[in-house]
């Protein structure tokens, strides 16, 4: 970054923030957060290779990047770990987010029923 980048000292909070939107840029870790917030408890990879149908493999890389960003945290118990949001901010962030994708879907009237059959993010409050 340029030396004369706002902020000077705040730098690292912006790359923070930075990470953050890149933990969510691609769609399945936008699928997996979506699952955790529904679910609001913790959950085993193995229900989420469930749901997603996501490669195991492909999968952890995905959890890993969420995890290094402090998106999500996980607690192994004997063979099995669970995953869950790591702040509840994360369900408000996904449900912003969903609020955009509606605003924008219902800009597109084609593509209205698509939004309709989305599972759900989290419990309404």
Do not use: W
């Amino acid at each position: 970054m340029p030396t004369n980048f706002p902020g000077g000292d705040e730098r690292p909070l912006y790359e923070i923030k930075a990470n953050l939107f890149k933990a969510l840029a691609h769609p399945a870790r936008i699928r997996v957060l979506e699952i955790l917030s529904a679910n609001d408890r913790p959950t085993p990879v193995s229900e989420i290779l469930t749901a997603t149908e996501i490669e195991p493999t492909l999968l952890s890389q995905h959890l890993a990047v969420l995890k290094r960003h402090h998106v999500v945290s996980a607690e192994r118990t004997r063979n099995t770990v669970h995953y869950e949001l790591a702040h509840p901010s994360i369900r408000d962030l996904l449900v912003s987010a969903r609020g955009f994708l509606a605003d924008t879907l219902r800009a597109r009237h084609e593509q209205l029923s698509a939004f309709d059959s989305l599972p759900p993010v989290g419990n309404p409050q």
